[in-house]
T-cell receptor
Framework: SQKIEQNSEALNIQEGKTATLTCNYT??????LQWYRQDPGRGPVFLLL?????KEKRKERLKVTFDTTLKQSLFHITASQPADSATYLC?????????FGSGTRLSIRP | GAVVSQHPSWVICKSGTSVKIECRSL??????MFWYRQFPKQSLMLMAT?????????EQGVEKDKFLINHASLTLSTLTVTSAHPEDSSFYIC???????????FGQGTRLTVV
């Protein structure tokens, strides 16, 4: 069955460094991947969408890559700040549903 | 981005009663609504997908007679948890999408506690 996975449950880095989160998918090839941010007790907030024919997408300090050979998407936050601390979710989007990975809890320490 | 308003934000109910959660898209027409459930420190698990005017499609293991979903208009969907039990206590989140292959917008979530 198709699966989307975020292998790192938690990531803790120093403020100012680049945070890199990984999302892997198996047994299928999604046409789109999305990344969301979720704060405790809140619904997810959309950050970026990348299509399978796009290698890279940027938005301010955020960058997402999509490697169909490795079956992987990487999500980068440059010049990280404590306010970036949250859970980040990748999601596979199809015409009929949106399926989320397990999420990575990112903590940026001052 | 577009706004999805979900109410209530939290609710406590007695075991055996029913609870209705509302999800409204305020500035777009949500042709598709998704309902998710999230347990502590876990990811969002899709419960069902509904298209306006059609019956919802439930994911495997989700009881359609227990979790009643109505999507009667392009701006409103409701989830009713019938005969709630303590194990139904969770964080329920709705999401609306206009068209396909596009981003979805999420409600604030509803914290349901069944006592």
């Amino acid at each position: 069955s198709q699966k989307i996975e975020q292998n790192s449950e938690a990531l803790n880095i120093q403020e100012g460094k680049t945070a890199t989160l990984t999302c892997n998918y198996t047994n299928y090839s999604p046409a789109y991947l999305q990344w969301y941010r979720q704060d405790p007790g809140r619904g997810p907030v959309f950050l970026l969408l990348i299509r399978e024919n796009e290698k890279e997408k940027r938005k301010e300090r955020l960058k997402v890559t999509f490697d169909t050979t490795l079956k992987q998407s990487l999500f980068h936050i440059t010049a990280s700040q404590p306010a970036d601390s949250a859970t980040y979710l990748c999601a596979e989007i199809s015409a009929s549903k949106i399926i989320f990975g397990s999420g990575t809890r990112l903590s940026i320490r001052p | 981005g577009a706004v999805v308003s979900q109410h209530p934000s939290w609710v406590i109910c007695k075991s055996g009663t029913s609870v209705k959660i509302e999800c409204r898209s305020l500035d777009f027409q949500a042709t598709t609504m998704f309902w998710y459930r999230q347990f502590p420190k876990q990811s969002l698990m899709l419960m069902a997908t509904s298209n306006e005017g059609s019956k919802a499609t439930y994911e495997q293991g989700v009881e359609k007679d227990k979790f009643l979903i109505n999507h009667a208009s392009l701006t409103l969907s409701t989830l009713t948890v019938t005969s709630a039990h303590p194990e139904d206590s969770s964080f329920y989140i709705c999401s609306g999408r206009q068209g396909s292959g596009t981003e979805a917008f999420f409600g604030q979530g509803t914290r349901l506690t069944v006592v």
